[in-house]
């Protein structure tokens, strides 16, 4: 470099004169040595594996959590219904029980529908009563049904054994019998005067429609 004419201090470029030393580059550009083995090609593709990692860990936790949401709604779904299940049965039993009473009250023997009523059985060998079978009990032909005031009747049904569907249709059938023929509503519980009366302050012909009021 010397030989060249440069000087030590002096830098690479155009010189104003001889004194000028420059403000160029005076040192040698540094030269990078990378320490690994690996290229640029290896770190990009470390770089996607990473990607494709987090990727589907993110995705592994979104089928969690969907699937957790499922759990939860059809257990509720499982909750609805057998409290659904619940609340038919016992509006069932209580219309019964207020069936008969205000159909003896008019001095019907018998039920205008065999279930509206509820039936007694006792052996034949008895003059016992009991209250309807139960899942233990062999009702065979030695048994005998009857209801509250002694007239004969048919096998008490099981009503725990029913699908919604039909305790549905039972319930709307005795509770719009004691709405039509007695003026009562169950889930007021009370009889109205006359009908006018029910149909202006029962506020429905269903469980909901009164739950509606007290929300």
């Not at 000028?20 to 290229?39: A, F, H, N, Y």
């Not at 699908?163 to 004691?178: A, F, M, W």
């Not at 009562?184 to 005067?193: N, S």
């Amino acid at each position: 470099m010397a030989k060249m004419g440069f000087k030590p201090g002096m830098s690479l470029g155009k010189k104003k004169d001889e004194n000028d030393l420059g403000s160029g580059i005076r040192e040698p550009l540094p030269v990078e040595v990378k320490s690994t083995r690996t290229g640029l090609g290896h770190a990009n593709e470390q770089e996607q594996q990473a990607k494709l990692r987090i990727q589907r860990e993110m995705e592994r936790m979104k089928r969690r959590a969907e699937q957790h949401v499922e759990l939860t709604e059809e257990y509720r779904k499982r909750k609805r219904g057998m409290s659904s299940t619940k609340d038919l049965i016992r509006d069932i039993l209580a219309s019964r029980k207020i069936c008969v009473e205000l159909d003896l009250r008019i001095n019907m023997e018998v039920p205008e529908v065999p279930w509206f009523w509820k039936s007694y059985y006792k052996q034949t060998n008895t003059d016992d009563f009991a209250s309807s079978c139960d899942e233990d009990d062999d009702c065979s032909e030695e048994l005998k049904f009857y209801y509250a005031n002694g007239k004969e009747a048919p096998q008490e049904e099981r009503f725990d054994e029913l699908p919604n569907e039909i305790l549905q249709e039972r319930l709307l059938h005795i509770t719009g019998y004691l709405r039509d023929a007695h003026r009562y509503c169950i889930w007021c519980g009370c009889q109205f005067e006359n009908f006018e009366e029910l149909e202006s302050y029962c506020p429905g012909q269903d469980r909901q429609a009164h739950d509606s009021i007290d929300e």
